[in-house]
């Protein structure tokens, strides 16, 4: 071998100082995965999604807001009940009802009775949200589980 | 006996050997001293021991940046009284804040001074850099310097943010939902491709600066935690680096004629070296760059001590007489109690977030992630883009058409950002037009990216008309600043409920 071979090889001591360096981005890389973890929770600390908001017949025909102190509208059409959510898809603002539908006092977004987007910057209508019936009568709005617009519960 | 007489001698020169032991070189009276007396002490080592009559002339840095420092540290004492009273918890938050309010001695002052000294920094930090981009002074060597600025801008946003939520007032609260639901915003793009499923990062954002799914008790205890601790920290590192990288770029940029423009000093200066000085060179030569010595003959510098050491004490009075009289005349606001069902109407971030305000209503991820990040990335290549070498550290640069380009420019932003605003006010956009619209065509087609291209446009022209880097970046920082005034000026003044246009609040509709 000679000494040209020699130096192109990969010599104890490289292979060494390459298992340290790898040793070392390992448990880097390993510590800081572990840290940056940790600011997601794995459990989001919200109250529950689901809401009671109360036995089909005393859904108005109306919009009103604030049910049960959420940002939810809950409405009976001749489809069956539905829910919207009160929180604009722009900025997390929470709209207004006004005659002609919704609107959203932070950056002027406009939607119909319905919440389809007619105006302003919201990327989408407003979401609607899963109704379902509890075994008590009640009706119960679910937050966290937006449904097609149009998805009514018949009652 | 001679040990008792001693014994008294001692007794009776305590204080004047405490003394000497803790300054342990004479009074500052010969070069040699003022040298020592700057770098024998721990804070003032940072200064270099001579400074360049150059770097003291107040029309030169007008000295905003010791403003930031200033600022910077009359928050940092003002924050720490705060937080002796300052209840970071949903329920506690408000009344504590009342009571530093309206209880605490001094409670009202010191918030005053804090809230005050936080604008104070902002628009230093925007004239700073202003002012070091004017004069060219982001040339080689300073690109780094330049990056490292630009990063104690974001972290001069981002503690005036977080600071924004911690009173829990209706103002905070709602701020703060629609900064974290710009953080989401991304969002708005991986909806459109339909990979939200996968790949939220928008979402991921979020979660990781609330800590949950809304403003809440987690987001509280996270933006305290950035507030206090974290932010700070990082602060005061970039600001220790920033100060460090200015000693090792051979100090605050100057025109290579700097001598001759500055002709002999005045005769009540401290006298300046006539013959290069007796000092040893040993550790600069194995330093790898330029000390603001090496290879000089005569300087025309003086001692840090005592002309340097009465500028920075002139400037940081400066601030705190400013500060002070503000806050003895205006009171921080507080409004109502955070109250999630409710938004503010309408519903306003601090002013130098108003103009990223009025173009997020436009589209929230072209206003609030697209064009920031554009914007951050376009002036951190600026360095590395303009690379010409002439009329560094004169305002303008004297040798160009610097000042008549910046005034073109200044004209030319300011008649985009007007034009645009008032065709949006007035007409409307695509949505209005077309409701169904597909998203994506807003996000990437709205007043805030036509703007943007407009002044990218602009620039373009420049750079190829006048056939230099250096009067393109002028152009588009020129532009750039004037869109961000006009935009700030818009979403302060003439924004109102459902941020509808008015021509003054007086005009707003009252409920």
């Known amino acids: ?155 | 006996m001679g040990a008792w007489k001693e014994y008294v001698a001692n007794l009776r020169g305590v204080p004047r050997a405490v003394w000497h032991s803790l300054v342990r070189q004479g009074p500052p009276v010969t070069d040699r001293s003022r040298a020592e007396a700057v770098f024998q002490n721990l804070f003032l080592h940072i200064h270099s021991t001579r400074i360049h009559r150059w770097s003291l002339r107040w029309s030169y840095t007008m000295g905003l940046g010791l403003i930031c420092a200033a600022s910077f540290l009359l928050l940092t004492v003002t924050g720490l009284l705060l937080m002796f009273y300052y209840k970071p918890s949903t329920v506690l938050a408000y009344q504590s804040i009342k009571d530093i309010h309206y209880v605490v001695p001094t409670g009202r002052f010191m918030r005053n001074i804090h809230r005050w000294g936080a604008h104070l920094m902002v628009i230093a930090v925007l004239l700073h850099m202003a002012r070091v981009f004017y004069t060219s002074s982001y040339r080689k060597p300073r690109e780094m310097n330049w990056l490292f600025g630009l990063v104690l801008l974001v972290l001069t946003l981002g503690l005036s943010f977080s600071g924004y939520l911690l009173p829990w007032d209706q103002l905070a609260y709602w701020a703060v939902t629609i900064g974290a639901n710009i953080a989401q915003s991304p969002r708005e793009l991986t909806d459109a491709i339909g990979i939200t499923r996968y790949v939220d990062i928008g979402g991921l954002q979020k979660t990781l600066l609330l800590g949950s799914r809304s403003v809440g008790e987690d987001a509280l205890i996270r933006f305290y935690v950035l507030h206090v601790f974290f932010l700070p920290l990082l602060m005061a590192a970039f600001m220790g680096l920033h100060f460090w990288r200015i000693r090792k770029d051979g100090g605050l940029s100057r025109p290579a004629d700097a001598d001759e423009r500055l002709g002999p000093p005045g005769e009540d200066v401290t006298p300046v070296f006539s013959q290069a000085p007796k000092k040893s060179y040993g550790l600069m030569a194995v330093v790898r760059g330029t000390g603001p010595n090496v290879g000089r003959g005569p300087e025309n510098t003086l001692p840090s001590w005592p002309h340097l050491m009465t500028a920075e004490a002139a400037v940081f009075m400066f601030t705190m007489a400013v500060t002070v009289a503000l806050s003895f005349f205006l009171d921080a606001p507080l409004k109502e109690m955070a109250n999630p069902l409710v938004p503010e109407n309408p519903a306003k971030a601090p002013w130098y977030f108003l103009g990223l305000q009025e173009i997020v209503s436009f589209s929230a991820f072209a206003g609030g992630v697209l064009i920031p990040m554009v914007t951050l990335l376009g002036l951190s290549l600026i360095p590395y883009l303009d690379r010409e070498t002439e009329g560094v550290g004169v305002w303008f640069g004297a040798a160009y058409r610097g000042r008549e380009v910046a005034f073109r420019s200044a004209v030319f932003g300011l008649a985009a950002v007007i034009a645009v605003e008032a065709f949006a006010i007035r007409f409307g956009w695509l949505r209005s037009w077309y409701p169904g619209i597909p998203q994506i065509v807003i996000t990437f087609f709205n007043p805030g990216t036509v703007l943007a291209f407009l002044y990218v446009a602009y620039s373009v022209w420049i750079i190829r008309r006048e056939n230099s880097t250096r009067l393109g970046a002028i152009a588009i920082f020129t532009c750039f600043l004037a869109g961000f005034i006009v935009l700030t000026l818009v979403g302060t003044y003439f924004r109102g409920p459902n941020w509808e246009f008015f021509w003054s609040p007086s005009r707003w509709p009252v409920h």
């Not at chain 1, 600390?45 to 009671?52: M, R």
């Not at chain 1, 604009?88 to 603002?93: D, Q």
């Not at chain 1, 407003?126 to 009514?152: F, N, Q």
């Open chain 1, 1 to 155: 071998m000679s000494v040209d071979d020699r130096s192109k090889a990969l010599g104890r001591r490289d292979l060494l100082s390459l298992a340290a360096w790898g040793t070392f981005c390992t448990s880097l890389a390993t510590a800081l995965v572990g840290m940056f973890r940790l600011p997601k929770p794995s459990v989001i600390p919200d109250p529950s999604l689901k809401v009671k908001v109360g036995p089909p017949g005393l859904i108005p025909e109306l919009e009103y807001r604030n049910v049960a102190g959420r940002n939810i509208f809950v409405s009976r059409g001749e489809e069956g009940v539905f829910a919207i959510s009160a929180v604009c898809t722009h900025l997390g603002c929470i709209v207004a009802p006004v005659p002609a539908g919704f609107n959203c006092p932070c950056h002027g977004s406009r939607f119909d009775a319905l919440g389809r987007i007619i105006g302003g910057p919201a990327p989408r209508g407003l979401d609607w949200l899963k109704v379902t019936k509890a075994p008590d009568g009640e009706l119960v709005v679910d937050e966290g589980e937006p449904v097609p617009p149009g998805t009514y519960l018949k009652v």
